[in-house]
């Protein structure tokens, strides 16, 4: 019965996405169609799981991949991407008051 179980275990594992509750039932309408807007704009994925009735944690986890992949290929960014660039290739768009001094 053990060596069953061990078998079904892959299976199951696969399974439990399945499970999980829609981004839009946790998140709500709204930011799940955010989050969906965004996952579709830097997916380069043919079938990307940008859809509210995923989770949210594949859908970000799908929006943070594309932002590396545009980031690392030196495209240009959507501003909701800049948070995942290294410092030196931010923007100095938040006004923190340092000037070049002159």
């Known amino acids: 019965m053990k060596l069953c179980f061990l ?5 199951l ?3 439990v996405p399945a499970w ?3 981004c839009k039932e946790t ?9 969906v807007e965004q996952c579709t704009e830097v997916s380069p994925a043919t079938h990307p799981p940008c859809n509210m009735q995923n989770p949210c944690e594949l859908i ?5 991949r594309g932002c ?3 980031i690392k290929g030196g495209d240009d960014v ?6 995942e660039l290294p410092a030196d290739q931010k923007d100095d768009e938040a006004g ?3 000037s070049d001094g002159g």
Do not use: H, N, R
């Open 7 to 11: 078998v079904m275990l892959p299976l």
């Open 13 to 15: 594992a696969a399974a």
């Open 20 to 22: 999980a509750a829609s």
């Open 27 to 35: 998140a709500g309408e709204g930011w799940a169609k955010a989050y």
């Open 60 to 64: 970000i986890s799908e929006i943070t």
């Open 68 to 70: 590396s992949l545009l």
């Open 78 to 83: 959507p501003p909701f991407c800049k948070p």
């Open 96 to 98: 923190d008051g340092k």
